[in-house]
């Protein structure tokens, strides 16, 4: 039986479990791995492309096969992590295959069969779009996002050599259907404990909406319980069903992409900076900008770092009303103030009950690319290629970025931009002392540029393998 309405509303206790799917079956075998749980993998590489206006038949044929081949469903890459544990076997190469609105015309669907989100049609470059937000003009964007993005194929491997020869033998027919405008290598940076950072150095990807059973759990274990935070989330901030679906369990998923270059050496330089004017710690000076220190531990909870193999995520604001401890601006209190809207006094407009404020959630399936080395500090070159998955574009990243990390009055009027992603830099005003209220004010510089991007769509696996 088809999955209802309620089933995708609900959030189920113990999560889905991909190896005892019971309803979900259907689901998670026509659904693109990667959105429901990050596929883990390296290295991955990104390819952006424009099809041929007189090879739309071949096109769809390359689309076919190369889905056929290399796509895994949200089922296949469960199956394959758990061979990983059982038995160490890896599970190779992973792939996505995503369209913009472009995309679809490109290929001949008609208006009905094409994705309806509004940001989706409208595409990053559209002017609204981009006051919207805050992006740079189109003319400052790296040159192969300036053009007609109609499709990006995503490969991923833990194997690098690997990954570079399969890339190396899916171009040559590629490039008889489609113009490759664009590509972006991304790997995974970890620092000397072997967590995941990005490039300022901080821990990256401890926050996600839960979805798999397999993460309650283990986020469970380690948090106790969930009694300050609960991550899991239901599947309607997620998917959406997919226009072309072959089955009633066909659903896709938004992607949004950016590419967001790190300005590394004025980061440190400006925290050393705030550091010296605050008369605190540099640790501290950065745990202030972020929310949490570079090891992950949340300001809110500590004025040290404690270096916990996995950081916890079972905190919210409850007990730092007046934000003396994590700053109202912090990048994690901007971008998720688990329930600031409703508890604190907010600014007119901004007032929402933490179910509604949770459903802005959206799954980050971010990577580095640029520098390798993390005790480099490079200006230009390095940054995120930041990836996030929701199923509603205006609701999830869009408002996140445009409503709550770019106003200098989220949460409360004054508070300023979030200093890590806000759009145009302001002034914040940074606790004295940890814990005190005495504040003192202090702007940066942007560290962070968008040198490009799209809003793509990740259709069904079953619509995509018969294609023709
Ligand atoms: C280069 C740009 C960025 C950097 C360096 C960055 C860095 C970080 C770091 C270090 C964390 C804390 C660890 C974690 O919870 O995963 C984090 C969390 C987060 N970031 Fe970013 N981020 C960037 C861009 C963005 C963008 C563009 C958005 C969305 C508009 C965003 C949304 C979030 C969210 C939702 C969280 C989790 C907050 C929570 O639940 O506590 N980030 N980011």
Redesign the pocket.
């Given at each position: 039986m088809a999955l209802r309405e309620e089933d995708l509303k609900n959030i189920p206790e113990t999560g889905i479990d991909p190896e005892n799917s019971g309803k979900y079956q259907g689901l998670l075998e026509d659904l693109q791995g990667n959105i429901l749980k990050g596929h883990g993998r390296d290295y991955s590489v990104h390819l952006f492309l424009q099809w041929k206006p007189e090879q739309i038949h071949e096109a769809k044929q390359w689309i076919q096969t190369f889905t056929q081949t290399y796509v895994k469903s949200a089922k296949q890459q469960a199956n394959e992590a758990l061979r990983y544990r059982q038995e160490g076997i890896s599970g190779g190469i992973f792939a996505n295959f995503f369209l913009s609105r472009k995309g679809y015309e490109a290929l001949g669907f008609e208006p009905f069969q094409i994705p309806k989100d509004q940001p989706f049609t409208m595409g990053m470059k559209n002017e609204q779009i981009r006051d919207f937000l805050g992006d740079p003009e189109v003319e400052e964007w790296e040159e192969g996002f300036k053009n007609e993005i109609h499709a990006l194929i995503l490969i991923a491997d833990d194997n690098l050599i690997n990954l570079l020869q399969t890339v190396n033998q899916i171009t040559p027919k590629l490039r008889q259907v489609a113009v490759i405008l664009h590509r972006e290598d991304g790997f995974i940076l970890r620092n000397k404990a072997g967590q995941v950072?990005?490039?300022?150095g901080?821990?990256?990807?401890?926050?996600?909406p839960l979805f798999i059973k397999r993460d309650i759990v283990k986020a469970q274990t380690n948090d106790c319980n969930f009694s300050q935070?609960d991550?899991r989330a239901s599947l309607d901030i997620i998917l959406v069903k997919d226009p072309n679906g072959k089955t009633e369990d066909s659903y896709g998923s938004y992607l949004v992409y950016?590419k967001?270059?790190?300005n590394v050496k004025a980061f440190r330089e400006d925290q050393q900076q705030l550091a010296q004017t605050l008369k605190i710690d540099n640790d501290l000076a950065g745990a202030l900008v972020?929310?949490?220190f570079a090891d992950?531990t949340?300001v809110t909870k500590s004025d040290i770092p404690t270096y916990a193999a996995t950081?916890t995520?079972n905190f919210n604001y409850d007990a730092d009303v007046a934000a003396t401890k994590c700053p109202f601006h912090a990048?994690?209190?901007k971008?998720?103030p688990?329930g600031d809207t409703g508890r604190v006094e907010s600014s007119p407009g901004f007032d929402e009950a933490l179910a509604v404020e949770k459903n802005h959630?959206?799954a980050?399936r971010?990577i580095s690319y640029g520098e390798k080395d993390p005790t480099q500090a490079p200006e230009t070159g390095s940054?995120?290629l930041?990836l996030?998955f929701q199923s509603n574009i205006e609701n999830q990243?869009n408002f996140?970025?445009a409503r709550?990390?770019n106003p200098d009055r989220f949460v409360k009027v004054g508070v300023g931009p979030d200093p890590?992603?806000g759009q145009p830099e302001g002034t914040q005003k940074w606790p004295k002392k940890w814990g005190e209220s005495e504040t003192q004010e202090y702007s940066f510089k942007l560290?962070?540029n968008m040198k490009g991007g799209e809003y793509l769509f990740a259709p069904s696996l079953r619509f995509l393998n018969h294609l023709v």
């Amino acid at each position: 039986m088809a999955l209802r309405e309620e089933d995708l509303k609900n959030i189920p206790e113990t999560g889905i479990d991909p190896e005892n799917s019971g309803k979900y079956q259907g689901l998670l075998e026509d659904l693109q791995g990667n959105i429901l749980k990050g596929h883990g993998r390296d290295y991955s590489v990104h390819l952006f492309l424009q099809w041929k206006p007189e090879q739309i038949h071949e096109a769809k044929q390359w689309i076919q096969t190369f889905t056929q081949t290399y796509v895994k469903s949200a089922k296949q890459q469960a199956n394959e992590a758990l061979r990983y544990r059982q038995e160490g076997i890896s599970g190779g190469i992973f792939a996505n295959f995503f369209l913009s609105r472009k995309g679809y015309e490109a290929l001949g669907f008609e208006p009905f069969q094409i994705p309806k989100d509004q940001p989706f049609t409208m595409g990053m470059k559209n002017e609204q779009i981009r006051d919207f937000l805050g992006d740079p003009e189109v003319e400052e964007w790296e040159e192969g996002f300036k053009n007609e993005i109609h499709a990006l194929i995503l490969i991923a491997d833990d194997n690098l050599i690997n990954l570079l020869q399969t890339v190396n033998q899916i171009t040559p027919k590629l490039r008889q259907v489609a113009v490759i405008l664009h590509r972006e290598d991304g790997f995974i940076l970890r620092n000397k404990a072997g967590q995941v950072i990005e490039h300022f150095g901080f821990v990256d990807g401890v926050s996600q909406p839960l979805f798999i059973k397999r993460d309650i759990v283990k986020a469970q274990t380690n948090d106790c319980n969930f009694s300050q935070w609960d991550p899991r989330a239901s599947l309607d901030i997620i998917l959406v069903k997919d226009p072309n679906g072959k089955t009633e369990d066909s659903y896709g998923s938004y992607l949004v992409y950016r590419k967001l270059e790190q300005n590394v050496k004025a980061f440190r330089e400006d925290q050393q900076q705030l550091a010296q004017t605050l008369k605190i710690d540099n640790d501290l000076a950065g745990a202030l900008v972020v929310g949490r220190f570079a090891d992950g531990t949340p300001v809110t909870k500590s004025d040290i770092p404690t270096y916990a193999a996995t950081p916890t995520n079972n905190f919210n604001y409850d007990a730092d009303v007046a934000a003396t401890k994590c700053p109202f601006h912090a990048h994690i209190r901007k971008t998720n103030p688990r329930g600031d809207t409703g508890r604190v006094e907010s600014s007119p407009g901004f007032d929402e009950a933490l179910a509604v404020e949770k459903n802005h959630r959206i799954a980050r399936r971010a990577i580095s690319y640029g520098e390798k080395d993390p005790t480099q500090a490079p200006e230009t070159g390095s940054g995120l290629l930041f990836l996030c998955f929701q199923s509603n574009i205006e609701n999830q990243f869009n408002f996140m970025q445009a409503r709550w990390a770019n106003p200098d009055r989220f949460v409360k009027v004054g508070v300023g931009p979030d200093p890590v992603i806000g759009q145009p830099e302001g002034t914040q005003k940074w606790p004295k002392k940890w814990g005190e209220s005495e504040t003192q004010e202090y702007s940066f510089k942007l560290w962070v540029n968008m040198k490009g991007g799209e809003y793509l769509f990740a259709p069904s696996l079953r619509f995509l393998n018969h294609l023709v």
